[in-house]
């Protein structure tokens, strides 16, 4: 992509164009504009994170091991819900373009019809004319720590945020097209925060001065939404993404509730991210207008003890700074869930912390009893929610709005087998990133106990089974299939007749 910068400093990207197989794109230059579409491989590509490391770095002094361990913070693992947050992030944007196509005559007139209408101080945003739009409102709810706002994020880094139009097909076309924007809902609840964040941050990333122009101290929430409505499609705002949406209260709740389905209405795409206090606070709400505009409903729950879990421990386990590297085994892994109760966030930080500890006494070996009292010093302002959400006990968990586990419900369950070939894939691309650094850990290794006696596993031990297949070369889903631990999803289709 060409970057350019703006007369403010801001950075942009000159619009290029691209042919997409889908003929309906090939006309819209919002659309062609956008980064192509891509294979999941790709994704994962573009999402992952590693941290800077080399095994060498295990015989440097303890000062800077100390240091490099923070180096986790920056590590991002993907894991099939990422590439469900890619999807929904891209959907909107496209599907909400399709409708505003600025070649298309009948949208060109809808633009000057309510422009015309804001200056003549008579705009509905209710009022939506001949224009139909195909803008969504997607949704991002789940535990505190688990990464959503960093999920979002990392998806977003992938995708420019102002691109400049100059010539489209040989014809003029001079255009500023803000793809994305986010903001952060206001502490307050206040619906007129929001619309003066929203101006503000256009001015600030595109050195306009709509603030100045259109806004006072005894400007009202009626006169800034037309203001708002105009200003989103005269910048071609592909998406607006809230965040925080747990700090709208029930006392004004109805009135940005109708704010929100007003945007959608108007061609402007919603992503709202938050805590289940969010899900909790709107629900009913949400679905209504997810019925009427489209929708896409991620829920972001703790993590469950299996293969995710596992698979994000065996990602962060080669990164071991101490001078004596430890294999992961199903007890620290079982600690470490117990610790922590799958929170991401709680994951990266209690190994971290666990290495620090490990080099500082310089027993420089990370084990379960080590794992478990650094959890137990750390964690120490967290201890009564982990304690909840270890209870399981729905009662003790609703004293603390972050951590309220949302039931899917109308999920469509990813069948395991169709788990663990995403998860392969991220494996394989994590291969072949480490490969040229020569820094890949196996997933199972020999370890030592206090005793310092070799643990053999058992002929049926999963652990045995994964060591044995990969001295095998076999991938993931080739070990576990050839062993029978797949249930494939022919045999739940018995007796059932599809048309």
């Excluded at 603030?211 to 200003?231: C, E, F, W």
């Excluded at 069948?415 to 994590?430: F, G």
Aim: glycine letters at 4%.
């Amino acid at each position: 992509m060409n970057k350019i910068f703006l007369p403010n400093g801001m950075e942009a990207v000159k619009a290029n164009y691209t042919e997409s197989p889908l003929e309906e794109f090939n006309e819209n230059p919002f659309i062609q504009a956008l980064p192509p579409l891509v294979n999941e491989e790709t994704k994962i590509k573009k999402l992952m994170v590693n941290p800077v490391f080399s095994i060498k770095e295990r015989d440097m002094e303890n000062m800077y091991r100390l240091q490099m361990v923070n180096r986790m913070y920056q590590f991002f693992q993907p894991l099939p819900i990422h590439l469900e947050i890619w999807d929904a992030i891209h959907n909107l944007l496209i599907e909400g373009y399709i409708a505003r196509n600025p070649f298309d005559p009948a949208y060109v007139r809808h633009l000057n019809d309510s422009g015309k209408q804001v200056i003549n101080r008579s705009y509905d945003i209710n009022n939506r004319s001949n224009f139909r739009t195909t803008a969504g409102c997607g949704t991002l709810f789940g535990f505190s720590g688990m990464g959503k706002t960093t999920s979002v994020n990392r998806v977003l880094n992938n995708i420019p945020q102002i691109i400049v139009h100059n010539e489209y097909k040989g014809q003029h076309f001079n255009q500023i097209q803000m793809v994305w924007l986010k903001i952060d809902s206001p502490s307050v609840s206040s619906l007129k925060a929001l619309c003066l964040q929203f101006i503000m941050r256009i001015d600030e990333l595109l050195g306009t001065n709509n603030y100045q122009k259109h806004v006072s101290r005894n400007t009202s929430v009626d006169a800034m939404l037309p203001l708002i409505g105009q200003l989103a499609k005269n910048i071609a705002l592909g998406l607006l993404i809230i965040d925080e949406t747990q700090n709208i209260k029930n006392r004004g709740k109805e009135q940005i509730m109708n704010f929100f389905v007003s945007l959608v209405n108007s061609g402007v795409n919603l992503l709202l991210i938050g805590t289940p206090g969010a899900y909790k606070l709107f629900g009913d709400e949400l679905r209504i207008a997810r019925r009427l505009t489209g929708n896409s409903e991620i829920v972001f729950n703790n993590m469950e003890y299996d293969n995710e879990f596992k698979f994000l421990l065996e990602s962060i386990w080669r990164y071991q700074w101490t001078s004596k590297q430890v294999g992961l085994t199903e007890e620290i892994m079982k600690v470490i869930y117990y610790e922590t109760q799958g929170i991401s966030d709680l994951v990266v930080k209690l190994f971290v912390y666990s290495q620090q500890k490990a080099i500082s006494t310089k027993k420089e070996m990370i084990s379960a009893s080590l794992i478990q009292s650094v959890a137990k010093e750390k964690f120490k302002l967290m201890k009564e929610m982990v304690d909840a959400i270890r209870s399981g006990n729905p009662y003790k968990m609703s004293a603390y709005e972050d951590i309220k586990r949302i039931e899917k419900s109308n999920k469509a369950d990813r069948s395991p087998e169709i788990e663990i070939k995403v998860l392969n894939k991220i494996r394989e691309k994590e291969v072949k990133t480490n490969q040229n650094q020569n820094q890949m850990e196996k997933i199972v290794v020999p370890v030592q106990n206090r005793q310092n006696r070799i643990v053999v596993y058992d002929e049926n031990d999963i652990r045995r089974i994964m060591a044995e297949g990969i001295k095998d070369e076999k991938t993931v889903y080739e070990i576990l299939n050839d062993n029978d631990l797949i249930e494939h999803m022919n045999s739940w289709n018995d007796g059932v007749v599809i048309d």
